[in-house]
């Protein structure tokens, strides 16, 4: 019997690196979701089990820093990785062995979404895990994604970033060597503003805040978006707009799920519903 043969081109293969999230509105559930609305071939290392909905996080359990390990270079080694996502890694033992294997992997493309604190206000990253994650981290990131009061966290300050100081705060990160998307959702007003700094530029996205509940995942949304389009090929700059672009859709296409910060509809540019033939 002869073998079989691919009849379909290689998709854009992309490797999330983050937590599981029970709810499904963010982490690697989050994840995969986008990955699969972008038409990428979707694979994930899964750091932490967290037993979450849209409410509250309940529990964490670290996955043995041996097994997080184990999951990159498996996928690495076999399918192969065009982009690589990072999110939750919660402690500074898993950052520095998720380090330590992309040292050893060389990635083209690392987004890392610095995830902190869950919508819910829950802690995702211990305190002692700050430092590792810029110094271990930070330096081989493509671009690195933090919310307000996660820049803020990693420019060693509590709080959020003030409008005027945004821009000069984005710079600041860059000199890590990653180009920086500082997300403004945190902020206030009707329209929010990202700031793209990269190659020295700094680039604006401005949009109109979407005035919903359902924010459960935007910043994991987001990254993974990104992620997955420059896998696809596409330059930084027009990573995030689209990304951008994705977010607001799946915003707005949101369903009441949950009594809490409910989740984002990831599939909604797919117009496939459950039951449809």
Same mark, same amino acid.
Request: proline share 5%; glycine share 10%; net charge negative.
């Given at each position: 019997m002869s073998p079989l043969v691919p009849t379909h081109p290689v998709p854009p293969r992309v490797l999330t690196i983050a937590g599981s999230d029970s709810g499904g509105g963010a982490g690697i559930q989050a994840d995969l979701k986008t990955f699969a609305a972008h038409k990428v071939f979707g694979m994930s290392a899964i750091s932490a089990i967290t037993a979450q909905n849209t409410v509250e996080v309940r529990s964490v359990h670290e996955v043995p820093e041996e097994v997080v390990a184990d999951?990159?270079?498996a996928v690495f080694e076999d399918l192969g990785v065009d982009a690589v996502k990072i999110g939750m890694l919660s402690s500074a033992g898993i950052i520095g062995v998720v380090a330590d294997r992309l040292r050893h992997h060389r990635p083209a493309w690392v987004v890392l979404d610095p995830v902190m604190v869950a919508k819910s206000g829950d802690a995702l990253l211990r305190e002692d895990a700050v430092q590792a994650l810029i110094d271990e981290l930070l330096p081989l990131a493509t671009v690195v994604t933090p919310n307000l009061p996660e820049a803020a966290r990693l420019l060693g300050r509590n709080g959020s970033l003030a409008e005027e100081e945004r821009e000069s705060s984005a710079q600041r990160l860059a000199e !890590?060597?990653? #180009?920086v998307l500082l997300k403004g959702g945190h902020g206030e007003g009707d329209v929010v503003e990202d700031l793209l700094v990269v190659d020295g530029d700094v680039l604006r996205f401005r949009?109109?805040?979407v005035h919903t509940r359902s924010t459960h995942g935007t910043g994991c949304t987001l990254s993974s978006a990104v #992620? !997955?389009?420059? #896998?696809?090929g596409a330059s930084l700059r027009d990573a995030v707009a689209g990304a951008i672009d994705y977010l607001q859709g799946a915003l707005r296409a949101a369903y009441p799920l949950g009594s809490g910060q409910g989740p984002v509809n990831h599939l909604w540019n797919l117009k496939v519903r459950a039951g449809d033939a």
């Amino acid at each position: 019997m002869s073998p079989l043969v691919p009849t379909h081109p290689v998709p854009p293969r992309v490797l999330t690196i983050a937590g599981s999230d029970s709810g499904g509105g963010a982490g690697i559930q989050a994840d995969l979701k986008t990955f699969a609305a972008h038409k990428v071939f979707g694979m994930s290392a899964i750091s932490a089990i967290t037993a979450q909905n849209t409410v509250e996080v309940r529990s964490v359990h670290e996955v043995p820093e041996e097994v997080v390990a184990d999951q990159i270079d498996a996928v690495f080694e076999d399918l192969g990785v065009d982009a690589v996502k990072i999110g939750m890694l919660s402690s500074a033992g898993i950052i520095g062995v998720v380090a330590d294997r992309l040292r050893h992997h060389r990635p083209a493309w690392v987004v890392l979404d610095p995830v902190m604190v869950a919508k819910s206000g829950d802690a995702l990253l211990r305190e002692d895990a700050v430092q590792a994650l810029i110094d271990e981290l930070l330096p081989l990131a493509t671009v690195v994604t933090p919310n307000l009061p996660e820049a803020a966290r990693l420019l060693g300050r509590n709080g959020s970033l003030a409008e005027e100081e945004r821009e000069s705060s984005a710079q600041r990160l860059a000199e !890590a060597g990653p #180009a920086v998307l500082l997300k403004g959702g945190h902020g206030e007003g009707d329209v929010v503003e990202d700031l793209l700094v990269v190659d020295g530029d700094v680039l604006r996205f401005r949009h109109p805040r979407v005035h919903t509940r359902s924010t459960h995942g935007t910043g994991c949304t987001l990254s993974s978006a990104v #992620a !997955a389009r420059v #896998a696809g090929g596409a330059s930084l700059r027009d990573a995030v707009a689209g990304a951008i672009d994705y977010l607001q859709g799946a915003l707005r296409a949101a369903y009441p799920l949950g009594s809490g910060q409910g989740p984002v509809n990831h599939l909604w540019n797919l117009k496939v519903r459950a039951g449809d033939a």
